[in-house]
């Protein structure tokens, strides 16, 4: 099962870190990256016109300049309602305590992570997308 992943991240050191880890992993992943939650929104739009449906899984990282990964999340629900939605892992180094307990409570958010992604984790999502897809 190949999944789509896309990482929604404004650090180039996070993208490469998290993007090495999905590729040392076990699973079979297209993985797209974005600077930014504008260039998310974008690669959604062309994603869907390519493919008629969102990715698989988004690694998403809550602070960002421009729209951060809040105003990202309102838009993906907002624009595509009438699309199944991802699975969203917040990916963040989490400096502000109430965004892990705000991320805790969405429901939009399948998990978060702490930077940088690691290979257990990495592996438990796979274990819980497979199950998704049984």
């Known amino acids: 099962m190949k999944l789509t992943t896309f990482i929604i991240d404004d650090d180039l050191v996070s ?11 076990q699973g079979n992943f297209d993985i797209v990256t ?16 390519e493919h008629d449906r969102l990715p698989d899984i988004i690694f998403l990282d809550l602070v960002m300049d421009g729209m951060n990964g809040w105003d990202f999340l309102e838009n993906l ?8 939605l ?4 917040v990916l963040s180094a989490f400096t ?4 892990r307990t705000i991320a805790k409570k969405n429901g939009m958010i399948s998990g978060y992570v702490d930077k940088p992604l690691s290979r257990s984790y990495l592996e438990k999502i796979l274990k819980e997308e497979k199950a998704k897809r049984s």
């Open 77 to 84: 629900k907002n624009l595509f309602k009438e699309h199944q």
């Open 86 to 89: 991802p699975s969203v892992y």
């Open 15 to 25: 993208q490469f870190a998290t993007r090495y880890c999905i590729q040392q992993s």
């Open 96 to 99: 502000n305590a109430s965004d």
């Open 34 to 49: 974005c600077s930014s939650g504008e260039e998310g929104i974008q690669a959604c739009f062309g994603y869907i016109e």
